[in-house]
């Protein structure tokens, strides 16, 4: 059940509210409601209190388009959804100061405005790269800056979410940690936009529920992102859900990304796999990109190189514009 | 191994050739081949009979682009695969000829040229309807001759099989009848273009084996179609494939078709799921379309009306435009 | 709907009345039933030529727990299900006499009483050992009868399955052809045993209502058998459901046989498998034993060999005794 | 590449040794190891260090059974694995102390040593129970020592594992924290025994590999656990994966438990399903348990009760010693 508070209740009276009827007081996107898993209470004695008061089936309430319409969301000055498709490209891992300098420069005159990037790498193996850590996170800062891009970089867990915090513009929340609640508390009181990627053993109904713990902190700057799932085929790495991706931009009222890359897992397919999600009606697109991918020292398979993304970028702005959107 | 004759051996020669090395003589779209699972044979004491011998490391050799380039087929006059991308739509069943002259009135009218509609219903539960059987399949001829248009329609098994043959232009082998290699066995002879969906719980690899099993027969005249897997999401009725398609797309040398109908199961989200398709390249796409899909007596939920498929026309055109495609 | 028809009732008369409300009549284990699809006729007019009337939520009625206990069904002279479990052993392919004669020397000094083998084999891929045909069957019926075994042995398609009808004591249904509803039509008419097996990306469901059209054809000698599905997993070759098993063995009427070799895919898990199987209520265990395995023309790493059956049997008898069943 | 210290090498010795080459120094099961990614290094320069030099294939070397032989860890007095199986009953959640003091109890009257229950509940709703936090911690250690009873509970997340290592005796890393790096990190470096399960969506492969990452950190008192995986069978809750936990058995030197209850979901199967884990060779069982099931908080559907338990206790027995093995 969501409660949403007339305008003239004030927030200590919503708080003291929400204490009454066992729910929580929360602000989302500049409407105050009273959230509580219980009903009885809220729709009989607390009626007189609210505007309106919504019940709906499912434990997705807040990120139902049922409770409200798809909408936009803010990164800095740059929105998020709606007509506006951000193409995030850039390596798996931050390696060196060169290779993000040379990224950037890319990303800057492909007239792009997202960079990403990570520092701390959530790996399948203990004797993998495991990435450069706080140094990596200041070093995608400092060129970021200097070309004026945002950055995404993913935590890998809860040692390291506070760097990511304090350098990334957004927290990329990645398919190992969906489930890490620590994580995703920390995350969500940063009041940072999060980019959540749905575990890849995961169902759309649990992601939308995760999705939920994160909009019941108060933090709605919330980007959901496909990115494949575990099934028998082994041709590509995971396989693309993109069925599954539409659910969510019809019931959902968040913005929806997609990210080729690990999906394919083959640097041949990943621009194909990337348009297709686009032309599918994906709010955004995450895709692995190296300067010289033959050479990186995590994913090397499937990152595309620059030329590849040049011929990504022109491509998606003719399928965006044909549903009025632009690719930022 | 795959030998490819010299130009100058004639029939007579190359069939007596492959009985004595044990292997099969077919003639592969011009190119008359001898495919032999042992390998010393072929590649010892008869190299001098070759124009050239290939040895490839899987089970899937005729299909492979490997082998040969990607191809356009021929149903009719009208060229399948490369730039020309049929959009196939019509009923799930076939119910009365009023539905179906609808349908052939709306596809004429969108400038395409095939309809589809099923006469045989390979369904799950005996005690749903099973389809019109042979009349339905006259019924369908008469109308899409009356229109030009080239009909699509699925084979359930080996009983109703050559009322497939005698009376569509495209043989349909449906997701479950796959396996049935007598059914393959009987359609790959009819030398009639076939399109063959794959298993829901197929891998790609052994989709192509089982299409090599058509190819092996002779018949070259094949379409591939993903449709959607078995996957632990529910959200929609299959899981549709595309990074699979998209390997398909590079390492087959067939054209792939993509149904969104079945994968999606709802018709809010097909078209767009077809539309995916058709950005990632796919080289044909069919569609589930009822002139009142709500009455539709088989697949009600997933079918598209009228005005969803106008607006799929108009996107599918753009889309394909983008790589300098025709969708026919 | 399911009408059980009174004892008085003639044949002839459940003909007719079948006939008037559209529904089928068939015998079913000695009850004589008529079942229709539609609903309002069989409850409405016809309630006094019933004794009972059964409204089931499914599709899959005949085979429901809810229809009628769970019960034996008889090959020949053996019972199979409930307190009598069968261990059916043999090779995955009929490779030549003296191959089956080993077998049934090892199968009968065991004190067991089926043997399993098959002559037409579904192949994956058109360059592997197709079988050894009808040749193959004559030779195990021989064999079989020679020692007084039942045969069990796999149909592929439409074309062998008179073969199989004719040489076979138990027509097994392979995952492959699950859908061949050609063949499943006449399987089922031949009134003999049949051994169905779940298909690798066929859900319960499914199954239980491809079981249905067996029953429905009046043939009740039906054995469903688990084997193993599709998973993400490639450690083994597919991934067995127990859980599923013991959903079935829980709703449904009919028994319910474990495949651990084509599950495992390995020898050296498989007896582990079928272990557990049975100890977790499985009606019967199929397995692939061969002489010398390594050998094996088809399916060479997951055959057990004799010591390994040994061991198999003696443990399975504990297991069974467990639960004071016996193995037959 | 793994190796192995000369019993002289001091410890001071080793962890320099271990710098200079880049790897690591772990004491595992009283060997001395150093592990290194880069191969050349150990092998080449260092060999006269070492008493032997391992290469091993794949990512999970210390957890192989090419590594060394399978072998029993402790949970203070009592050894778990080869002829010692532990059989876990509890309660999904800790409710209250009447609850865990009636399963004490019982588990203590069926001679048994472990009890299970959870205060901290990953749930996939935030709409649901949350645990009874560090109090229910402290009931179940006082009522577990009041009995003489292991205590096996899981932690949710970095923010509750200090009160998990404090009050249990065996810390459970849950199916949905498997992969939070910073999670396992704290618990191996606890020292106490951990029971690991395996990540819903997680190959074999991957589970073991981050096996490797708590025994890399020099803790080898991990139990492994099969629970189930998702699928597209909806029938059970989850897929056991018994081809799998079979995999483990031979290939990993570390225990191998089953939670038959998360997988089946419903109680009606789930002693089945334990049985059949145990005569598969599964070295323990964890069962949920409730006095009264229909009522608990949580996972109420799954728990068994008593009387299912007891037959649960005097079945597991039988199968046990077939094997020669013992319920603890």
Redesign the interface.
């Known amino acids: 059940l969501i409660g949403t508070l007339h305008d003239e209740t004030s927030d200590a009276q919503a708080h003291k509210l929400a204490l009454e009827i066992g729910g929580q007081f929360i602000k989302f996107l500049g409407r105050r409601v009273i959230v509580s898993?219980s009903s009885s209470h809220l729709a009989g004695h607390f009626e007189e209190e609210f505007s309106d008061v919504l019940e709906l089936p499912s434990?997705a309430q807040l990120s139902s388009s049922d409770f409200m319409d798809k909408r936009q969301i803010k990164v800095g000055e740059i929105h998020v959804g709606l007509e506006t498709v951000p193409l995030i490209l850039g390596p798996c891992s931050i390696e060196s100061e060169g290779q993000i300098r040379q990224v950037a420069e890319f990303v800057k005159h492909q007239d792009l405005n997202f960079i990403r990037g990570s520092a701390f790498k959530?790996r399948?193996?203990?004797?993998?790269f495991q990435g450069l850590g706080v140094e990596g996170m200041q070093l995608i800062r400092k060129v970021a800056d200097d070309y004026g891009l945002k950055v995404v970089s993913e935590t890998?867990?809860?040692?390291d979410v506070d760097s990511i915090i304090e350098y990334a513009d957004v927290i990329q929340i990645g398919t190992?940690?969906m489930?890490?609640?620590?994580?995703l508390?920390r995350a969500a009181k940063s009041m940072k936009p999060i980019l959540l990627k749905r575990?890849?053993?995961?169902?759309?109904?649990?992601f939308l529920?995760?999705a939920?713990?994160v909009l019941?902190a108060g933090n709605s700057n919330l980007i959901l992102c496909e990115r494949?799932?575990?099934?028998?085929?082994?041709?590509?790495r995971?396989?693309?859900?993109?069925?599954?991706a539409?659910?969510v931009?019809?019931h959902a009222n968040l913005p929806l990304f997609v990210d080729p890359s690990h999906?394919?897992?083959h640097r041949?397919?990943v621009s194909?796999?990337g348009?297709?999600?686009?032309?599918?009606?994906a709010d955004g697109l995450l895709v692995e990109m190296h300067p010289d991918p033959e050479s990186a020292r995590t994913d090397a398979a499937q990152q595309i190189d620059f030329s590849m993304a040049s011929e990504l970028v022109r491509?998606s702005r003719?399928?965006a514009e044909?549903d009025g959107r632009k690719i930022v």
């Open positions: 898993g434990d959530p399948t193996t203990p004797y993998g890998r867990d809860t040692r190992k940690a489930y890490d609640y620590a994580l508390d575990g890849f053993g995961t169902t759309i109904q649990e529920q995760i939920e713990f019941l494949g799932i575990r099934t028998f085929e082994s041709k590509s995971f396989t693309l859900d993109l069925a599954g539409i659910y931009l019809h999906a394919m897992g041949w397919g194909q796999l348009l297709g999600a686009l032309a599918a009606g491509k003719l399928i044909i």
